[in-house]
C-alpha cells in the first residue's frame, strides 16, 4: 500500500504574458516595437485564479511469487501482481475537468467534483468523485514468468527467458492539467487583435478599478474577454458555459440562409448560464477512463562459455508499453471542399453549410461545438505507445588483473511521442490521431558497439618499499563507443495553420520539393564539411495552400497552410565516435 499526500502551491502563468506583431490590424502600418509602445499586443496567456491544492493518492498491490525447480536442469519463477493505482484527488478541491463530448449532446463540458459544491461559489456544483473520473482506480493484472535452463547439463550453456507486464503509477501531470480549469485558474489567451492602449490593464476585469488610460475593451459598458479573477479568489464570473452558435456575420449583417459561410461564426453563452464562453477560454481535457501505463517486456538470452573466462551472450529482448501520455488538440478544425461540406445549426435552427477553410470560419469547423479546438484547447491523453526490439550480444572476460566487455546491440524502437511534457503538443501534424506522430523514437539509434576494458599492469607488483609504492598498482582503462545517429525531423514553421493556429513550430512536418526524393534530403561529402549544411534546404518547399494563389487572392480571410508531407524522425544524425583512454 502506497498513500502519497502532496500539499502544493502552483501559482503558475499569474504574471500573464503578451506578445507584439507587425500584423497587429488595430495598429496597422507599426512594428511590433512599435505596437509595444502603444499598448496594443496581438496575443496574450495569462491566469488568475486560486493555486493552493492538497493532492491524495492511494495504491495497492497483492504479489505472489514462487520459484520451482521444475527438473534437476530447468527452473521456474513464476509470479502474479494484483494492482489498483488511484487516481490523484484535490482535498482543497481545486481542480475541474471538460468532456468534449458533452457538447454534441448540447450540454456544458465542465466537469468537476463533487465537493466543489461546498466550496461557496454561487453556480459551482459538482458530482462524482474527488478526481472528476469515471473511475477511482485502474485495475491491473501483471502476470510474471521466468526461467533458467542448463542445456547440456554441464554448467556451461545457460538459457534464459522472461516476460512480464508492469504497470506505473500515475505521476502529477494529469491533476496538475485539471488545476487549470475555469473558474479555479481560468487562462485568458486573446483571441482577436489588442486594442491601442490596453496593456497597462489587459487582463484586469472592467469592475475593477485601474489607473493609467481607460481600457478600450470596458467603453460603454463593455467587458474585458481577458479580464482575469484577483489571485487567491474563485470568481463566480468565471464558471464555464457552453458557447452556442448564433448566426454567421457577413460583411457586419447577420447571415440566416443555407449559404457557404467563410464568415466570422458569433456565439452566445447557453441559456441560463451566466459565466465565461467554452469558445473564449483555453481549456484542458483529461480522459475521464483513467488508465495507467502499462509495459510488457520479454527476453529470450543464451549464455555460453567459452573457457579461459570468456563468456558469449546473444539475446533477444523487447518491449510494448500503451497508454503513455501525450499532449495534443484532439479536436482541431475539421478540413472541408464542396464534395464534402460541414452542415452546422445555430440556436434558431439556421443551417450553414461550410465549404471552405478559412482563418475566420476554423472555430466553426471545430468538430465539437462551442469549443476553440483551432487555438484553444489540449487534451492530456492516454493512448501513445511505444514499440522496442533488440539483439543484444556481449563477449566479456575476466581476470586477477582486469576485465574486458564488448557488447552490441542491434535494435529499432518507433513510438507515438518520445516525451511525456504535458505544457506542450507533442503530436505530429493532423493532431485528431497520432497517425501522423507514429515514427522511429527520439532516443533510437539502430547500431550501438561499446568495449570497456581495465588492465592492471604488472609492473613492480612484487617489489617493497618505495618502488612499490610509487610504480605498482597502475591501470590502463578505456572506453570505446561506436554507434549510429539519432533521427530528426525537418519542420516547417508555417505548416497546418489552417487546422491548428499558429505557434505550434515543433510538431510540424515539411514538404518535399516537386520531384524531390527523401534521400535526397541529405547533403553529400565528409562530415566536417557539412556541419552547417547537413541538410540539403533545396529538396523541400514551404507549406502548401489548400487552394490556389487565385482562389486565397479572392478570400481576404483566407490563410491557411495545409500539413505537410513528411513523417516524424525519417532522417538520421552522423554516425557517432567516442573513446576515452586513460
Known amino acids: 500500500m502506497t498513500f502519497v499526500n502532496l500539499d502544493k502551491l502552483f501559482p503558475q502563468v499569474f504574471n500573464g504574458q503578451l506578445f507584439f506583431s507587425a500584423n497587429n490590424p488595430s ?151 485539471l488545476s487549470f480549469q475555469t473558474p479555479f485558474l481560468p487562462i485568458a489567451g486573446l483571441g482577436s487583435n489588442g ?83 467554452s469558445g473564449s477560454l483555453f481549456v484542458l481535457d483529461v480522459p475521464r477512463q483513467f488508465k495507467v501505463p502499462n509495459t510488457q517486456q520479454w527476453n529470450l538470452t543464451i549464455q555460453r562459455s567459452l573457457g579461459k573466462q570468456w563468456v558469449l551472450e546473444v539475446g533477444y529482448v523487447g518491449t510494448h508499453a500503451i497508454h503513455l501520455r501525450d499532449t495534443r488538440d484532439a479536436i482541431e478544425s475539421l478540413r472541408v471542399s464542396p464534395p464534402n461540406p460541414l452542415v452546422i445549426t445555430d440556436v434558431n435552427g439556421n443551417k450553414y453549410s461550410i465549404t471552405q477553410n478559412t482563418l475566420s470560419n476554423a472555430v466553426a469547423r471545430t468538430p465539437t461545438p462551442g469549443l476553440n479546438g483551432y487555438n484553444g484547447y489540449q487534451i492530456f491523453a492516454n493512448d501513445a505507445y511505444s514499440h522496442y526490439h533488440s539483439l543484444q550480444s556481449t563477449l566479456s572476460r575476466r581476470w586477477s588483473q582486469g576485465y574486458f566487455q564488448a557488447a552490441y546491440t542491434w535494435s529499432k524502437s518507433t513510438d507515438a511521442t518520445s516525451t511525456g511534457n504535458p505544457a506542450f503538443n507533442t503530436a505530429y501534424n493532423d493532431e485528431s490521431t497520432l497517425q501522423d506522430s507514429r515514427g522511429l523514437s ?49 519542420l516547417d514553421t508555417a505548416g497546418g495553420s489552417a487546422f491548428i493556429g499558429t505557434g505550434s513550430t515543433s510538431t ?13 534530403g541529405y547533403t553529400s561529402g565528409g562530415i566536417h564539411s557539412r556541419l552547417n549544411g547537413y541538410v540539403n534546404i533545396n529538396n523541400f518547399v514551404t507549406a502548401p495552400l489548400l487552394y490556389s494563389k487565385a482562389e486565397c487572392a479572392a478570400d481576404s480571410n483566407f490563410s491557411g497552410t495545409d500539413f505537410g508531407n513528411l513523417g516524424r524522425n525519417i532522417y538520421r544524425g552522423p554516425f557517432n565516435r567516442t573513446g576515452t583512454f586513460r
Open 195 to 277: 486594442a491601442v492602449n490596453s496593456l497597462t490593464n489587459f487582463f484586469v476585469p472592467c469592475n475593477v478599478s485601474t489607473t493609467g488610460p481607460p481600457n478600450p475593451y470596458c467603453a460603454g459598458g463593455g467587458t474585458n474577454p481577458n479580464g482575469l479573477p484577483v489571485a487567491g479568489t474563485i470568481d463566480p464570473n468565471f464558471l464555464g458555459c457552453l458557447s452556442v452558435l448564433q448566426n454567421f456575420v457577413v460583411n457586419g449583417t447577420t447571415n440566416t440562409v443555407t449559404t457557404d459561410s467563410t464568415q466570422t461564426p458569433a456565439y452566445a453563452n447557453q441559456a441560463g448560464c451566466n459565466g465565461v464562453a
Open 27 to 177: 495598429s496597422p502600418g507599426l512594428s511590433d516595437f512599435q505596437d509595444f509602445l502603444e499598448g496594443a499586443p496581438v496575443g496574450s496567456f495569462g491566469g488568475g485564479g486560486v493555486f493552493n491544492h492538497k493532492y491524495k493518492q492511494n495504491d495497492f498491490a497483492v504479489f505472489v511469487q514462487d520459484d520451482w525447480k521444475a527438473t534437476k536442469n530447468l527452473t521456474l519463477n513464476l509470479g502474479l501482481r494484483t494492482e489498483w493505482m488511484g487516481a490523484f484527488n484535490d482535498g482543497s478541491c481545486h481542480i475541474g475537468n471538460l468532456q468534449s463530448g458533452l457538447t454534441n449532446l448540447g450540454k456544458n463540458p465542465f466537469v468537476y467534483p463533487g465537493c466543489a459544491s461546498t466550496l461557496g461559489v454561487t453556480g459551482l456544483t459538482g458530482s462524482g468523485n474527488g478526481s472528476t473520473l469515471f473511475n477511482q482506480y485502474s485495475r491491473g493484472f501483471g502476470p510474471r514468468i521466468g526461467l533458467a535452463y542448463d542445456v547440456l547439463g554441464h554448467h556451461t550453456t545457460t538459457l534464459r527467458a522472461g516476460y512480464g507486464i508492469y504497470y506505473v503509477r500515475e505521476d502529477i501531470g494529469a491533476v496538475d492539467q
Open 442 to 490: 527520439d532516443f533510437d539509434r539502430p547500431q550501438r558497439f561499446v568495449a570497456s576494458y581495465v588492465y592492471e599492469l604488472p609492473f613492480f607488483r612484487h617489489s617493497s618499499g618505495f618502488l612499490h609504492s610509487a610504480l605498482s598498482g597502475w591501470q590502463v582503462s578505456g572506453i570505446t563507443t561506436l554507434q549510429s545517429g539519432l533521427p530528426f525531423t525537418v
Open 508 to 520: 510540424l512536418t515539411a514538404s518535399l520539393a516537386s520531384g524531390a526524393t527523401i534521400a535526397g
